[in-house]
């Protein structure tokens, strides 16, 4: 789960890590308001979960109250990347001397956690990464032990900030670690870190990512998933316990299994088709629940044709079966579907589809080539 | 001959007396593993399935009493880390982890701390192992495979089976089947099976099966080139995955242009493997 800019940072600040002063906003009066307490200079900021947003010209300076209202307007009737802007956020404006990146993630093939630091910072890290990777720093923190004080010195040292600094640094670092480390973060990134002309240490920018699998014990943070930034049929469901993501092709396709699910999407394609989406029902799935990934492949209006492909295994395909005849009753659906059970009860979830006049595929090629025929 | 299971293998069921521990671990008797004893704090002196198996409070109770060498877990997401931590500090040398939806941070604890013990994990999030015709530990339907010489390695699930059926639909059989599972931070990765495969004198090929996300794919093709004389076919998974979306598994997302399919199919190629275009093409490359 992404977290939004205003919501990291207030994470951050609870970890004692320095943030500008400012508030989130919805409307342009309220961001007027929020640049009225602060006085001077502020930032107008879009809250949407992409990158990119200052080049996309959600990122403004406003030297007035009034210019911040006109600005907000604006910033709250656009849309980035597909996203529109529901929230801005308004921030003082710092005067900046020098920009850092510093952040810490899951080095998945280290089975560690990973501080990145540059002095580069203020731009996209990826990029420094490719055209100038001696300007990164990497340092893994033991998972048993935590971040260390020396290892901070030692960053602060290799990405030459002044001795002056180091201290404010240290505790800076504790603090993202404890963060990191508490919301089961993947990510928690400070970009940029600034020394400010009056010579402060300040997260500017900041970016969370926290782990979907740890929600059970973090359940003030799911309050903070913003619904608004997915698809609905996204968020339906998750409800269900689905993984689903929509796609631009015309082949709905209802899987059990992960890897399965890619694969299915993966040969549709090779034979010529493009998945609507994908979706894995889990295993051990239940009618319900095949009924419910039924409606939500159907809620697409680009489907033509559906793929079902069920290795039972867990699953038993004459649940899988009940379910899709449970969902054709409820929406009469009118595109072609292409079935294939495998598996456990597989010859009874056929006996249950027989009346169905449904198309039945034996291979998986099969299926794939019988599903891009029928969406033609 | 076979890797990591076969019949003597003596197995806990950690979590037996739960709905998906008890579903399996009838599964695995029935396919005739030598299933001991199972584990389920609270419900110590209980006997399940038909009075056959003891049922005991901790891991080290029930090692003490059936001289057990291998665990597999079944417990919810929430209890899999300290199930993991018991069944390595009571020495059992091969954990396997089932358990879905492991929290990522609590899987770099286990692994760092298992790294420092004599013991294997696999897992978590996967369907387990398969020694055809002597031992099943773990999810992998016993019905879709049948002994042979060919090695199974799979960071999938269903996707195996697919594999499985398809070698056994052309007659062709598997010495084990080892799913490592689809989570970002797992125990045993593609290069330790690997390299046990190469050394097992029964298995003489072996199918990798990966998906995407990562660079497990790229460092098994380094390995294959440098140390493998047994010849590789691979399918990767989730060719058409978008990136930055993450494909069910915690572990199959393309993250800031690394893991895609395209990438690890050229790595896999350049090492020699043949790689499918579709699962059900892989028998054929192994003729």
């Known amino acids: ?11 951050f600040a609870k970890y004692g890590i320095p943030i500008p002063k400012g508030r989130v906003a919805s ?6 308001h929020i640049a009225e307490e602060l006085g001077g200079r502020v930032v107008i900021k879009s809250q949407v979960l992409v990158g990119g947003r200052g080049k996309a010209g959600g990122i403004k300076v406003a030297k007035s109250a009034d210019e911040a209202e006109g600005l907000a307007q604006q910033i709250l009737t656009m849309e980035i990347k597909g996203l529109p802007v529901r929230k801005v956020l308004v921030d003082e404006a710092a005067a900046i001397e020098h920009e850092i990146y510093f952040s810490i993630t899951n080095d998945r093939a280290a089975k560690k956690p990973v501080i990145i630091a540059s002095a580069e910072g203020g731009i996209d890290i990826e990029e420094v990464a490719a055209k100038q990777p001696e300007k990164i720093i990497k340092m893994h923190i033991d998972p048993l032990l935590g971040l260390r004080d020396y290892q901070s010195r030692d960053i602060a040292a290799s990405i030459d900030l002044p001795r002056d600094y180091w201290r404010d640094f240290s505790k800076i670092a504790a603090g993202l670690w404890q963060a990191y480390l508490e919301t089961d973060a993947t990510l928690a990134e400070i970009n940029p870190l600034v020394i400010t002309k009056d010579k402060r240490l300040v997260a500017l920018d900041g970016k969370m990512m926290i782990d979907d699998n740890a929600m059970f014990r973090h359940a003030d943070l799911n309050e903070m998933r913003d619904i608004d930034e997915e698809a609905p049929a996204e968020t339906e469901a998750r409800k269900y316990g689905l993984s689903y993501i929509k796609l631009d092709g015309n082949i709905g396709c209802m899987v059990n299994g992960a890897g399965l699910a890619m694969t299915s999407m993966d040969i549709v394609k090779l034979f010529g088709g493009e998945p609507a989406n994908f979706l894995d029902i889990g295993g051990g799935a239940g009618s319900d629940k095949v009924a419910a990934a039924m409606k939500i492949i159907l809620s697409d209006p680009n489907v033509k044709a559906v793929l079902f492909n069920i290795f039972g295994g867990i699953t038993r395909c004459d649940e899988v079966a009940r379910g899709i005849l ?4 409820e929406v009469k659906p009118k595109v072609p579907m292409v079935v294939r059970l495998v598996g456990t009860n597989a010859e009874e979830g056929r006996r249950i589809l027989k009346d169905a006049k449904m198309i039945t595929a034996e291979t998986l090629a099969d299926a794939a080539k019988k599903a891009v025929q029928a969406a033609k | 001959m076979s890797i990591l299971i076969n019949k003597n293998t003596r197995l806990i069921v950690q979590g037996i007396t739960g709905n998906e521990g008890l579903f399996h671990s009838t599964q695995m008797l029935a396919y005739g593993t030598n299933l001991v004893a199972g584990v389920t704090p609270g419900k110590g002196g209980e006997w399940v399935l038909d009075g056959k198996v003891p049922v005991f409070d901790s891991i080290k109770l029930a090692k003490d009493a059936t001289d057990a060498n291998c665990t597999v877990i079944f417990v919810p997401a929430r209890f899999a880390p300290d ?3 018991e069944a390595a500090d009571a020495g059992i040398p091969l954990i396997v982890c089932i358990t879905e939806g492991v929290a990522v941070q609590d899987m770099m604890r286990v692994r760092n701390y298992l790294d420092q013990k004599d013991v294997r994990l696999v897992g978590p999030n996967c369907p387990g192992l398969l020694t055809p015709g002597e031992s099943k530990v773990g999810i992998i339907p016993g019905n879709i495979a049948i002994p042979g010489n060919v090695g199974v390695v799979s960071r999938s699930g269903t996707l195996t089976y697919e594999v499985l059926y398809a070698l056994k639909l052309v007659g062709m059989g598997a010495s084990t089947c080892v799913g490592i599972g689809g989570d970002p931070v797992n125990g045993t990765n593609f290069i330790d099976v690997l390299e046990m495969f190469e ?6 090929k072996v199918v990798l099966i990966g998906e995407i996300g990562g660079t497990d794919e790229d460092k098994a093709a380094e390995f294959i080139a440098s140390k493998m004389t047994k010849p590789v076919v691979s399918f990767i998974a989730g060719q058409t995955a978008p990136p930055g979306k993450r494909m069910g598994h915690a572990g199959a997302i393309i993250e800031g242009g690394a893991g895609s399919a395209a990438d690890k199919v050229k790595a896999l190629e350049a090492a020699g493997v043949k790689v499918a275009k579709h699962p059900e093409e892989i028998p054929s490359l192994l003729k």
């Open chain 2, 199 to 204: 050394h097992d004198p029964h298995t003489e």
């Open chain 1, 1 to 11: 789960m992404k977290l939004h800019e205003y919501q990291s940072k207030a994470i």
């Open chain 1, 27 to 32: 409307t342009a009066v309220e961001a007027k």
């Open chain 1, 326 to 329: 449970v969902a054709m009753d």
């Open chain 2, 83 to 85: 199930a993991m931590f």
